[in-house]
Structure formats: structure tokens, C-alpha cells
């Protein structure tokens, strides 16, 4: 399998060939495993606050939900986002501008 070192070295012939959408496609694969992950620990970090707090912890309660959620709608996003980019692979899409079909370039995606 390519390296990044290797994918940065490619030349422009070999543009999003298989094998550099192999790559990818496990590296989003890889990322989306986990961002899932985190989603799993900002639902159940949500869970924990559900139980009634004593009065004087409401404050910090209220404090840590409001920075998981922005952690889950943040990755939720991200997971949606690379669904995305999941499925342009899967079409032979992927590295290209959706607007003009231009090459992204290998620097930019790995970025």
C-alpha cells in the first residue's frame, strides 16, 4: 500500500489510479472509525449529565453538555463529510473539484 511520502512522490500520470484511491479510502476508513468512536463518547458523556446533579454542580454540568455538544455536531459534520468523500471514491470522484472536475492535487488532500 502507498505511503504518503510515497503518494506525494506519484507522478501526475498516476492521479487518483486505484491504488491512490486505495489509499485514501483507507485513510477516511481509518478517520471515520475514529470520529465514530468520539461520537460514542460525547453520547454517552451527554448520558452521564442526563442524571440529576446535585445544585451546586448544575453550572459545571451545564458547562461540560455545552462543550460535548459542540464536540458531536463538530464531528458529526466530519462524519458526514467524509461519507462524502466515501462515496466519491466509490464513483471515481474523489480528488476532483465537484464544480470544475479539476485535480485537487495529492498535497491538498492529505491536508
Given amino acids: 500500500m502507498l505511503t504518503e511520502k510515497k503518494i506525494l512522490k506519484s507522478s ?3 492521479y487518483m489510479s486505484e491504488q491512490q484511491l486505495a489509499f485514501f479510502k483507507h485513510r477516511l476508513e481509518s478517520l471515520r472509525s475514529q ?5 460514542a463518547s ?15 454542580d448544575t453550572a459545571c454540568t451545564e458547562e461540560i453538555k455545552q462543550i ?3 464536540g458531536l455536531k463538530r464531528d458529526t459534520e466530519l462524519l458526514h463529510q467524509i461519507e462524502c468523500s466515501l462515496d466519491r471514491i466509490h464513483n ?5 473539484c465537484e464544480e470544475t472536475g479539476e485535480p485537487i492535487g495529492i498535497a491538498r488532500l492529505l491536508a
Avoid: C, Q, W
Fill in 12 to 14: 501526475s500520470k498516476d
Fill in 35 to 39: 470520529v465514530m468512536d468520539n461520537l
Fill in 42 to 56: 460525547f453520547r454517552n458523556v451527554i448520558a452521564a449529565n442526563e442524571i440529576e446533579p446535585d445544585p451546586l
Fill in 68 to 70: 460535548t455538544y459542540i
Fill in 92 to 96: 471515481h470522484e474523489y480528488g476532483y
